[in-house]
């Protein structure tokens, strides 16, 4: 196996309306309505913009592809229902395999106007599919000052159980965004699925012809690897630790309507179970004001308690540690720097095949046409 050297990449700019224009319509030549398309689109852009190459357009696509609109586990123009419910500032909706994304974003909005009234909104989602990169729309909230909260259960059981051998966890990830604009200029946003890593890196190694930077998953036989090619599972993070939170993944999901993680994503193999393949989301938004008790030391604001906490922190001969969001706000400066969205060569390989699969004009992304940029 080739192993490249990525130390100093030189990367092709694409403009966030040429990478949303090709994206929506491989979305809706695969049938999803326009404002799917637009928000699947959207998302992406902020997933690539923030450097997030391991849930960009090509691993939602290809998720589609696999899992989604190509097998029936998503529904092109499904419409979401809202379960009658007598608590205020919860709903519940069951997403009838609507879009991942498109839910998210409905989802982070709802929660936010519940939070405006209330203090903190939440939204539980059944029958849902895949929303990929769930710090995007945590991060979106905390910009705008809120406080959020979002997991998931993954499409598949990718995960042995701490001291196991097969799969039968998601990569289950948690999000979080804190509004510390003010402190840092950017919010803190701690992102994670709780295998040591993605299984989208997994294949992103593989397209580059990396090894992993440890033994993160494990072989056919259970035994751990760092070859990307032998992966047949992943280990959860930090041990019982990881394993514990993506156990409250399936614990939630299950509370939603959720079903057995090792059948989800796969019909054929839960076909005459009754039992159900779709996904749960969980998200939350509360208001910072709903949760400041109002005496702050020497006279602050709460938001400047907020930034005395974090200089704390990163004081005290601390100045060079990061915060959680500060890779993906440089990783935002560095495509600002660029001018757009940055690709590897691989990843423009394979945006040209999407726009061959949707037979859009792909003489754009060829790549004499392109500016690069190197880091």
Request: hydrophobic share 35%; charged share 20%; with cysteine.
């Amino acid at each position: 196996m080739h192993i490249k050297d990525m130390s100093n990449p030189e990367y092709f700019v694409v403009s966030r309306e040429q990478h949303e224009d090709l994206v929506g319509a491989a979305y809706q030549h695969r049938g999803y309505e326009e404002d799917e398309a637009a928000a699947a689109a959207r998302m992406c852009s902020e997933a690539s913009w923030h450097g997030i190459r391991t849930h960009n357009a090509l691993k939602a696509l290809h998720l589609d592809e696999l899992f989604g609109s190509g097998t029936g586990g998503c529904v092109p123009g499904a419409e979401i229902e809202v379960i009658e419910s007598r608590f205020s500032a919860v709903q519940t909706w069951n997403a009838h395999r609507k879009l991942g994304q498109a839910v998210a974003c409905e989802a982070i909005e709802t929660c936010i106007r519940l939070a405006d009234e209330y203090g903190s909104g939440t939204v539980a989602i059944d029958n849902a599919f895949h929303y990929l990169w769930g710090g995007g729309y945590v991060m979106d909230a905390a910009k705008r000052g809120y406080i959020a909260y979002t997991n998931c259960t993954s499409t598949l059981a990718e995960v042995v159980p701490f001291g196991g051998k097969f799969p039968t966890l998601g990569t289950n990830p948690h999000s979080w965004g804190f509004p510390t604009m003010d402190a840092v200029g950017y919010p803190v946003v701690i992102d994670w699925a709780t295998s040591e890593i993605a299984m989208g890196k997994v294949e992103q190694y593989k397209r580059e012809g990396k090894k992993l930077e440890s033994s993160f998953g494990v072989d056919e036989n259970g035994n751990p690897t760092d070859d990307p090619f032998a992966v047949k599972a992943l280990l959860p993070f930090g041990r019982h630790k990881g394993y514990g939170l993506g156990l409250l993944n399936e614990l939630y999901g299950g509370a939603i309507g959720g079903s057995i993680p090792t059948l989800r994503g796969r019909a054929a193999k839960a076909e005459g179970t009754g039992e159900k393949t779709t996904c749960a989301f969980y998200f939350q938004v509360i208001h910072p004001d709903a949760i400041s008790a109002g005496d702050f030391s020497n006279g602050r604001s709460q938001a400047e308690n907020i930034t005395a906490v974090v200089k704390d922190v990163l004081g005290h001969g601390n100045d060079a540690c990061m915060l959680p969001g500060t890779i993906e706000a440089n990783s935002g400066k560095l495509s600002e720097k660029a001018g757009g969205l940055l690709f590897t060569e691989a990843e423009i390989g394979g945006f040209i095949e999407l726009a061959q699969e949707c037979k859009f004009d792909a003489s754009a992304w060829k790549q004499d046409s392109l500016p690069t940029f190197s880091s």
